[in-house]
C-alpha cells in the first residue's frame, strides 16, 4: 500500500525522484573517480576495470554485484524518469492555459531547463554506453573488449566525441544542481539554518563532478593521455 500511495501522489512521485536521483549522483561520484584512474596509466586503468567485475569476490562471482548494481541503476533511471513525466502531465492538465507572459525571475537557469536537460542526458547515456560499453562499430570502431584504456583514448581522439561529450556534461551539471537542491527540499533536509551550504554543496557537485569527468576527454583530446 506504501508503494502505491507513492505513485500515485504528487508527494510520492517527487520521493521517488529525490531517491532515485541520490542513487544516481552516488554512481556519478563514483565514476567520474574511477575516470580519473586513467591518469595512472593503462595497466592501473584496465585493473581498475577488470576489478569492477569481480566485485565481491570471492564471496560472489564475475558480474554478480556488478548486475545487481546495473538493475538498481536502471530501475532507478526508470523510476526517475517516469516520476518526471509524470509530474509534468499533472502540471500541465492544472495549468492547461499559457501565460501570456511567462516570469521566470526567481527561476535559476538550470530549473528552467532541467527537463530538456533531463532529456539530453537520456540519450547521450545510451550513445556513451553504446560508446565505451557495447562498442557499437559504427560510433567507435577500433573497441576491443577489455581493454578499457585503448578504448577511451581512442574513443577521444575523435573531436566530435568530446564536444559531444562536454556538451552532454554541461546539462548534467545544470541538472545535478538544480536536481540535488530539490532532493533536499523534497527530503525536508532544508531549513533557514542550513540553506546556504546546502545550496553551495549542490552547486560544488554540479561543477565538481563535471569537471572531474572532462578531464580524461580534454587530456586525451590534447594529447597529455596517449596510448
Known amino acids: 500500500m506504501a508503494v502505491m500511495t507513492l505513485t500515485r501522489s504528487t508527494i510520492g512521485k517527487k520521493v521517488i525522484m529525490a531517491v532515485t536521483g541520490a542513487v544516481w549522483v552516488g554512481f556519478l561520484a563514483f565514476h567520474m573517480y574511477g575516470n580519473l584512474k586513467v591518469f595512472q596509466g593503462a595497466d592501473y586503468f584496465n585493473e581498475y576495470s577488470e576489478g569492477l567485475r569481480h566485485i565481491g ?5 564475475a558480474y554478480h554485484l556488478l548486475w545487481v548494481a546495473r538493475i538498481v541503476l536502471i ?5 526517475h524518469v517516469w516520476a518526471a513525466v509524470s509530474l509534468a502531465q499533472a502540471a500541465r492538465k492544472a495549468r492547461p492555459e499559457q501565460y501570456a507572459q511567462k516570469k521566470n525571475i526567481h527561476a535559476s537557469y538550470a530549473a528552467v531547463t532541467i527537463r530538456y536537460g533531463g532529456l539530453a542526458i537520456f540519450f547521450f547515456l545510451l550513445y556513451h554506453l553504446a560508446h565505451f560499453t557495447w562498442g557499437v562499430r559504427a560510433i567507435h570502431p577500433d573497441f576491443i573488449p577489455g581493454n578499457a584504456y585503448h578504448n577511451l583514448v581512442i574513443g577521444f581522439q575523435n573531436p566530435l566525441n568530446v564536444i559531444l561529450y562536454l556538451i552532454a556534461l554541461v ?8 536536481g540535488t537542491w530539490s532532493m533536499f ?4 533536509f532544508n531549513n533557514q539554518k542550513y540553506d546556504s551550504s546546502l545550496r553551495g554543496l549542490a552547486l560544488a557537485l554540479g561543477l565538481l563532478i563535471p569537471l572531474g569527468f572532462a578531464t580524461a576527454p580534454l587530456s586525451v583530446l590534447f594529447g597529455f593521455v596517449t596510448l
Open 75 to 79: 530501475v532507478a533511471v526508470l523510476s
Open 185 to 188: 527540499q523534497t527530503l525536508g
Open 57 to 61: 569476490s570471492p564471496i560472489f562471482s
Open 171 to 178: 546539462a548534467v551539471g545544470l541538472h545535478l544542481y538544480h
